[in-house]
């Protein structure tokens, strides 16, 4: 083959790949990768016409909002079932008029969980004079790294010193199915405090019980349940580890 010949047939393969990478960047979308939670049941909203909308939020600790169109790949059960996806965001270009510019396609679903009103089927009722309290945390990232404490007491008259409520405290099992649950009973009409000489008036106050669970694993796919006495609140904190170590000395 000739030297002119030669350059010719590199200038035509050249030309060919040019052509190629031109036409696979044109058909490959603009692409966003984002984390969005699904609530279990859609709600009435108007789009173009009055339809079901999809509620959605990007963080646990968001309100839902309406989302008019669809997550491609995604089956919406609609039963209840709330879940955590991992979408990818696509740029539609030049959409319909009645279009948006944007579609969400499913990349994973990170976590699901069932209907709180399933999830209690295997729980016991409450006895007479007792009730059942519920925690439901929401889905979260690295759900290792949280802790929920459970604060079991009762808003009572004090005055300036300290109190805390004498109880028992138990962790039973349900048979059959593994999940726990926890009992808490205040010692009635009994309650611990310091003996300060106190000057302000008495105030209504929450008084915490001294024996609870305290920091329980935090696991969005399984209530957290708690039986006292009806006269009992039961309130919880939610707790986040720091990424951040430090280096202990060596002494």
Known sequence: MSMMNHNIALAAILSASVSAMSMANATVPEQDISFVYIAGKSQPCTGVAPQQCMQIRSSANEEWQNYYGNIEGFDFKNDGTESLLKIRKEKIKN?????????????????????LSDLLSPFPEPEKDWARSVIH??????????KVEIIAGKTLEIDCNHHILPATYKEETIQGWGYDYYVIEPEEGK???????????????FVSTANGPGLVRYNSRLPIVVYTPKDTEIRYRIWKTDAATSQADRL
């Open 95 to 115: 959409p319909a008029a009645d279009q948006s510019s944007e579609k969400w396609v499913l990349v994973d679903v990170v976590t699901e969980r069932q209907p």
């Open 137 to 146: 945390v929401p889905q979260q990232f690295n759900e290792e790294d949280y």
């Open 191 to 205: 309650m611990i405090s310091t003996m300060m000489a106190c000057q302000a008036p008495k105030r209504n106050e």
